[in-house]
Each structure stands twice: as C-alpha cells, then as structure tokens.
C-alpha cells in the first residue's frame, strides 16, 4: 500500500526558512508533493521576524508580502544618548499566527504538525512515532546545528506587546533606543507601534553569554513603560529568543561535507553574522531552491551555504571587535557610530548587501573602540 506521507521534497522543521521553501513550491512548483513535517503543534512557534523594504528584492516580495502584519511607510528611527535619527527606509513585520495560517491555506493537508523526527537520509524521515516517510529529496530546515563549531556573541531578547489606556505617541518602529541602562553588554529597547494603543516592546542584549533572565527582563520592560508615561499596561503577547551573533568558527565543522542531507535556514548557517536576523536570507534561499533540481540538492544547498559564509567574512570581523575589543558598556558607541553613516550604507548593511566602499568606510574614521584593543582581538588566534 502506498504511504499518503509519501511525498516529492520532505520539510524537516516548520520554522521560517522551511515554511517559505513550502510556500516557494506551492505557488511556483505546484505539481511537486511538499510535505513541511514540524515537532511542535504549529507552523512558526512564537515570533516575530521584521525587514526593511531593501533586504528583500522587489522580484521576491511577492514570496513575502502576504505574510506582513504590520507595514510602516513612514520609515523608522534609532535612539543613542545625545543622538536620535530619523530613516526613511519602510519597515515590515511578519507574526508567526500569519505565517501559519498562509501556510494551512497554501498546503492544506501537506503539513505534519506534532511530528517529532528521530532520523532522517537524503530520501526518507523516521519519526519517533515508527512512521517512515520517503521522498525524493529531503531537507533539514530545524533551526541551528552544533554552534559549538562557532565562535559566538549572542543577541538575546524578550519582547512583550502591550496594551495601554491611552495613545503611546509612537508613529513607527524605534529599531534601537539605547538611551537605557547598558546591562549585559550592548542594551536597547525596540519598539513596534501596532496601533494607538498597542506597542511591542522588546528589550534586546549584544551579550557575551546566552542566559536570559526573563523575569529581570520583564521588568526592565515594565519599567521602560512606567518611564514613557505609559498608563496601565497589559500584556497581550510575550516572546523571547536568543540568536548567535558569529564572530568566527568552521564552517566544515558546523556543517561536515560527509553529512549528506540538504539543510536550509539556521541549520545551513544563513543568516547574517552580525545581525543574527535570518528572513532576508530565508527568503532569498527559498527562492533559488524552488528552481533547483530534487537530486541535486545536498551538494547543491551545501555549495549555497558555503558561498554564503565565505561572504560573510567582513561581518564576522566587525562582530570579533564588538565582543572582543570593546568593553561591554561601551558597545553601543560602535552602533551610534554607525547610525551616523549615510542611511544607503545602513540598509545594505542589514542586507547583508554592503559593498567594498561600504566596508571601508565603516572601518574609516575615529574608531569607536581602543585602537590597540581592535588590534589585539583581530591578531588573536581563534579558541579551539
């Protein structure tokens, strides 16, 4: 008897990078049977990922734009002590809830939720219930590998979406206010206003470990509120995360060429190093993927990863002299540096786009950190 789970391409991991690589086959592909195979109970878990209008191209916004929450035109601004900017570049949020929702409505019963895999090879999952699944082509999609074969800072966060009794008076995103208490390296506060009265409030750390006390954090959050003026808060959304920022490490160790399983987001190592933000990526991936053929794709992805990491060279050298050569306090004077460039730069950047004049000129001028410190952590010979 055929097995109904039997499928063309299995989607091991129903996060952001697989649920696009789905929706990428089901609209482009759609004669392929995709099955997107996720642990827990639903497709996205508990986000919120967030671009600017240039780290996604405009041929691809069509893989994106129907996921988008909250759109602001009007741009967004960045908060430093003695320093506030106003970008005009728009800004964009995508919420887990939507990303699941699109995926039910484009794959309907191609999704297997509750499904915890145990094994899988380039042509079959096992799960740990004993169900077996073959396919053509599998791809592991299951969030990060073994980190411990990279050099990492950690970008670490909790985020709370409030209600208030009464307008908030931010008309667009705030990415950075680091005008906070610098606690646990580089501190800021990044606010999403979802409406008059509703606003996201995420209180983000450039740390050197990835502890998070959240309940700590939940304070500093309701404090922040307390100091807006902000009148009975109530919370109505909570999230938390920690991202690796990459400074460093071997990308044969993270993913060996023996591993013969195509892999696709975090997984693959595709995100940006200093950012940790990985949606540009996600979407720029499940696009070439969608055109790639079945039988290809674990040399095929492992080839893209790579490339992708050699790229990522310049900012894993900016992220060496964040965590090694600037004191923890004194982080957010590389950020506040940056945020005075020209706002082109600023959006390359983020991109992961930036160009050789880009790299000079961030690198050029009076540098925000000690000179002999800078120094000293680029000559240092990487921990083993």
């Not at 160790?253 to 975090?266: E, S, T």
């Not at 000079?360 to 000559?379: F, N, Q």
Request: with cysteine.
């Amino acid at each position: 008897m055929t097995n109904p789970m039997d499928c063309d391409l299995a989607i091991v991991g129903g996060g952001l990078a697989g649920s696009l690589i789905a929706l990428a086959f089901a609209a482009r592909r759609p004669e392929m049977r995709v099955l997107l195979i996720e642990r827990d109970g639903a497709i996205g878990g508990n986000h919120i990922w967030s671009f600017f209008d240039g780290d996604v191209a405009p041929d691809d916004r069509w893989l994106v734009d129907p996921l988008v929450t909250h759109r602001w035109g009007q741009g967004h601004e960045v908060r430093f002590p003695g320093q506030r900017r106003r970008l005009d570049t728009p800004y964009n949020s995508v919420t887990s809830s939507r990303l699941a929702v699109h995926v039910a409505v484009a794959l309907g019963d191609a999704v297997l939720t509750d499904a915890d895999v145990v094994s899988l090879s380039p042509t079959g999952v096992t799960l740990a219930d004993g169900r077996t699944i073959q396919a053509r082509a599998v791809i592991d999609a299951r969030g990060a590998g073994d980190l411990s074969a990279l050099h990492c800072g950690w970008q670490k966060f909790v985020g709370h979406a409030v209600t208030l009794d009464a307008p908030h008076g931010v008309d667009r995103p705030v990415i950075m206010d680091a005008t906070v208490d610098q606690i646990d390296g580089y501190r800021f506060v990044y606010l999403l206003p979802w409406g008059d009265r509703t606003i996201f409030v995420e209180d983000t750390y450039y740390s050197d470990t990835p502890d998070l006390n959240v309940s700590a954090i939940d304070a500093r959050i309701a404090a922040y509120a307390r100091a807006q003026g902000w009148q009975g808060a109530q919370v109505v959304h909570r999230e938390q995360g920690v991202l690796p920022v990459v400074h460093g490490g071997d990308f044969d160790h993270y993913w060996p060429a023996a591993d013969p399983v195509a892999r696709a987001g975090v997984r693959a190592g595709l995100f940006q190093p200093m950012t940790g933000y990985s949606l540009p990526d996600a979407v720029r991936f499940a696009r070439w993927l969608v055109d790639q053929p079945l039988d290809t794709l674990p040399a095929a992805t492992r080839a893209y990863a790579a490339r992708h990491w050699r790229r990522g060279g310049y900012y894993r050298l900016l992220g060496k002299m964040l965590f090694g050569a600037a004191a923890p306090d004194r982080r957010w004077r590389i950020f506040a540096r940056f945020y005075r460039l020209k706002a082109p730069l600023i959006q390359r950047f983020y991109a992961g786009r930036s160009t050789l004049t880009d790299r000079i000129r961030i690198l050029c001028g009076r540098p925000p950190v000690p000179i002999r410190d800078a120094m000293r952590t680029l000559l240092k010979p990487p921990a083993r």
